[in-house]
Every structure is written in C-alpha cells, then in structure tokens.
C-alpha cells in the first residue's frame, strides 16, 4: 500500500469525512495509515479561509474520534495529522463552500425612507434603494454566491462574476444573476411583484409557505418583465414598456449613454455615479465632446473607454481618486 497513488488518498481522505466511503475504500485507507508513513499527506489548501477549512476539518474528524466505538489505528492516525494540519497549515482540500459553516460576517441593513439611496456593496455592485424598502448585504462577499435580502423595490447593476453567482432573496422570491441589471419591485402588502430586466439575463424562483424554492425557474431577458398583478393572478412575463424603463431609471445614475456630450458633464456624472473624484487638467479637455455607452459598466470598463476617445496617455484609480495623464482635444 505503501506505493497508493497520493491522488486516491486525497479522495479516500474526502469520502471519509463526507460519509460516503465504502466498506472496501475504508479498508484501503486503514491499511495506508496502517503503515505510519514517515511524512503526512500534502493537501494542497485551494480557498483563502484556510481557519475555516481546518476547523471544518478538526470536528468532522472529533466527531468521529468521539464517538464510544473502538478507535482503530486509523482513527488515531487521522487525530494526528489533524493535529499537524492546523499546526504546520500544510494540509490541502477542496469542498463547496455551501457544506462550509460561515465565517462570522457583519450584516448590514440600509433604509431608503421614502428616498432614492444608493448603496455600493463589497463586489462593486451598485444598488439605488427606492421608497421605504431595506436591503441586507454582509460586509464580505465571502461565500460562493453572492447574497442579499430585499424588502422592497431596488434597482441593482451587478457586478459581473460568472463564478460567483448574485442572488436576492425577498419574501416570496429568489432571483439569481451573473451580473446583470434589473429593478425588483416587490409590495408585501399587496402580494405583488414585478422584475424588469434591462440587460443580461435573470433567473426567478418561486418559493412556498415553507420558504424552499421550486425547481422550476423562470428566464427573463432584456426589455422583459415578470410579474404578479395580483394573489389570485399566475406569474407571466410581459414587454416592459419605455414608460416602464424611464420610471425605473428616474431619480438614478444608472444610464451613462453619453452622445455628443461634454468632457465636463461626463465627468460629473462619472464622479456621482461611482463616488469618485477625478483630476485633469480642464485645460486639455475642455473642448472634448464624446459619443459613447458606458450604461452596465464597471469603473474601471469606463475608464477604458474614456482612455481610447481622449487618448489618455495613463489613468490611475486609487483610493477614490483618478488621475488623468495625457490625450486631449486641443
């Protein structure tokens, strides 16, 4: 056993912890500690919260340490390279991080009372809180998904991040993107909820009286909108009308289509959307007038734009502050 391949330990080692091991794989792995191995085995850590992975590891492996069954020989070999996992930090796994007990994270709630107030959460996403709504979002993104409760309406510009998916929960709905633009409007009161996309792609999930979701997911595209008018109505997916779009936007800097218009009111308008200061010398730009759609882009995507149409030699973002170096229309 002494020449097992390290890969078919790794594995062993994880169905054990898991409890799916077989009676047989068991066996191969007692047999491997069996032999003492002069150096423990290397489990490369693949998450940046190793505390969390070597607590995960620690009790999984207690809980099977304590248990009032006959410790073998495997039993105490795993308390030891426990042991010398969270001592040396060497060890190495890879897990979802949904089977992993979160670190404490600092949950913070935002209300709009009856105003427009715009929120930017830990991912860059940006948020325009409406009416009396409150949102919940944790100080760190620290998950495989991206979570937030809404009680309310909101219009959100998510952050694109294909590996980590953004999902809102509200009360009778769990809405999930990669990173899109879209407006919940959900009134509890009522029993009513709309979703209106404006660009991307939305997946919407009923829940029941118990809070699970259903397994059938609704798709909504640009220009669409899901609704539920009423209790006694089904939920559908209508056109959502330019009327519809201009309500949702009003009061907001989400749209950054810019035609024709001046380097001074691009800039001002960068500024309050992102919470930015950017320093040029008005001298070299003033007479600059730019024809661009940066709507559903991040800061540092527009800044590139602006780059190419002034010619910027450079641009630094740091600490909120951008300099601008270079270019112009003079």
Known sequence: MSTQNSSEIEHLAAKLLNNTITTEERQKLEDWYAELPSSPPVWELTDRNKEELQARLLKGIETRILKPAKKSMLWKSISVAASFLLIAGIATWTWQARDLAPKFVQHIQVLSSGKITKVYLPDHSIVWLKGNSRLEYPTIFSDSTRNVTLHGQALFEVSKDPLHPFIINTSKYVTRVLGTSFNIDENSVQNTFKL?????KVSIYAKNNKGFLSARRVIVTPGKEFEV???????RVVDAGESRKL???????????FENTGFRDIKARIEKKFNVTILADASLYSNCHISADVTDQSLDNTMKVLKSVLSLSNYEIENGVIKLTGGGCN
Request: charged residues 15%.
């Open 196 to 200: 209106t996309v404006l660009t991307g």
């Open 229 to 235: 008018a009423s209790p006694e109505d089904a939920p």
């Open 247 to 257: 309500l949702i936007l009003h009061g907001t800097e989400y749209d950054m289509n």
